[in-house]
């Protein structure tokens, strides 16, 4: 296995809660902080690296309601649209989709909130500002797989 493949397996994991994760990390592969830092900032240049994010619990961090909603959003909108969702602190996920016969929504964004109605308040506000009245609001019931990606 090459350098890289042990660094995006590392970096697919659990990332220690402590002042220098990446040292420890780092160590954990044999490398010294630096380079191992280094090898991540030329994965990003090359585009094979995007970023590093962390996987929020959002039910145990206080908001246990969410819900995708659909939007109907005509195509020469959808970036503004998409840009103007995106920007919502309640989004966490904004994404744009082909649509089908008979599923005439190509905008979806992920809500969060800590009650039904919060959820509810940020989809009026957002239909509101952007003029798109036609959405689908789909509340989740349960969770039942929440993970990164694992790539090895």
């Given amino acids: 296995m090459n350098i890289e493949e042990s660094i995006v397996r590392a970096l697919q994991g659990d990332i220690p809660l402590e002042p220098a994760p990446f040292k420890k990390i780092a160590a954990g592969l044999g490398l010294p ?3 191992f830092l280094g090898a991540v900032a030329n994965l990003k240049r090359r585009g094979i690296l995007r970023c590093i994010r962390a996987i929020v619990r959002h039910r145990r ?12 959003v005509p195509g020469v909108r959808a970036l503004s649209f998409g840009k103007t969702a995106a920007a919502s602190p309640a989004v966490s996920h904004c994404y744009q ?11 979806y964004t992920m809500v969060h909130g ?3 109605a919060e959820i509810l308040k940020v989809v009026y506000n957002l239909a509101e500002e952007t003029g798109i009245k036609d959405y689908l609001v789909l509340e989740s019931l349960r969770e039942f797989k929440k993970t990164g ?3 090895y």
């Fill in 33 to 35: 902080e630096e380079k």
């Fill in 61 to 72: 961090a206080g908001y246990p309601a969410n819900a995708m909603v659909a939007w109907k």
């Fill in 97 to 107: 989709r082909f649509t089908r016969p008979g599923w005439p929504y190509s905008l």
């Fill in 114 to 116: 800590r009650s039904r």
């Fill in 149 to 151: 990606m694992v790539y």
